[in-house]
């Protein structure tokens, strides 16, 4: 299974998913002195009923949880943007 099945569906797992968008932004990073096989680089949008009435660091909690052993190994750097089922609805 490649990397990005793997996060999107540790993610699918953890959390109740209305949208998610995950791009491999490796490239950019490639030849960094830090990130000699030191895994990849990933951007996320999620919209989520999992992050209704969390503050944003507990939603990037989550997410971190949710993908578990795979940071610090196959992830590298995973930024995100987290949107509630509810901030997306109003919006």
Known sequence: MKILEKIENLLRNHLDIEYIKIED???KHAGHKQN????GHFKAVIISKSFNNLSLI???RLVYE???N???KDIHAFSM???SEKENNNG
């Open 58 to 60: 507990d939603r990037h």
């Open 25 to 27: 932004e490796s490239y």
């Open 66 to 68: 949710s993908l578990g």
């Open 70 to 72: 795979l940071i610090g």
């Open 81 to 83: 943007k987290t949107i």
């Open 36 to 39: 000699q096989n030191a895994g």
